[in-house]
């Protein structure tokens, strides 16, 4: 099944170190988005790829980067992570390829907790 | 400043009843507008999507209403099942740009 897949589901952090989240796509997808969802709320879009081009939204902490080395995978990566930064990321994946860009496909998540 | 207002944040539903979730919005260039399903500790998944040249879209018991002149567009869930309990985003899209989604409505169907 073409999917987008997420690793790891569950990450645990201390508060300051560094940490990575992956995710990687089999749908081929040129766009690839990483979204932060807190508890009750919508998923609020952090950045997204369009092809290599990297688009970052403006109210998103210098602390978030990420790294995209191909068209499959994706990384999250949260320099100096803050009890703040606890939240479900969300990896998604769309085409600009006719009807199919209408569809955003969203991976499982990774539930990030820093203790 | 909330492009897609959607409301209410939570419904609760007999099983069997129709569920309504509304939402409006302010740009109108959205051209298009996504409904997404979401289970606790899941990803939000498509469940069903309406562009503005229609006025209503249906899918089994899913239906988009679509009011253009409005700017509005809500979600009826026909008959309403305990498992569709969840929480259902709207959203909107203009072009290929990134979706901008309302604040999730959590649904929960009792029997």
């Known amino acids: 099944d073409a999917m987008v897949i997420q690793n790891p589901r569950y990450q645990v952090t201390q508060f300051g170190k560094p940490v990575t989240l992956s995710c990687s796509q089999t749908l081929n997808h040129n766009v690839m988005y990483w979204y932060q969802q807190k508890s009750s709320q919508a998923p609020k879009l952090l950045f997204h790829y369009y092809d290599k081009d990297f688009n970052n939204e403006a109210d998103t902490p210098d602390n978030f980067q990420s790294r995209r080395p191909n068209t499959s995978f994706c990384f999250l990566d949260i320099r100096s992570p803050g009890l703040g930064d606890a939240a479900m990321y969300l990896c998604?994946?769309?085409?600009?390829?006719?009807?199919?860009?209408?569809?955003?496909?969203f991976g499982p998540g990774t539930r990030l907790l820093v203790l | 400043q909330q492009q897609v207002k959607q409301s209410p944040q939570s419904l609760i539903v007999q099983k069997g009843g129709i569920s309504i979730i509304n939402c409006a919005y302010e740009n109108t260039a959205f051209d298009y507008f996504p409904w997404y399903q979401q289970f606790p500790g899941k990803g939000p998944a498509l469940l069903i999507a309406i562009r503005p040249d229609v006025s209503e879209k249906k899918e089994g018991r899913f239906t988009i209403s679509f009011n253009k002149s409005a700017k509005q567009f809500s979600l009826h869930i026909m008959d309403s099942q305990p498992g569709d309990s969840a929480t259902y985003f709207c959203a909107a899209r203009k072009g290929n740009t990134p979706l901008v989604f309302g604040k999730g409505t959590r649904l929960s169907v009792i029997a």
């Open positions: 998604a994946t769309s085409s600009d390829e006719g009807y199919l860009s209408e569809t955003q496909y």
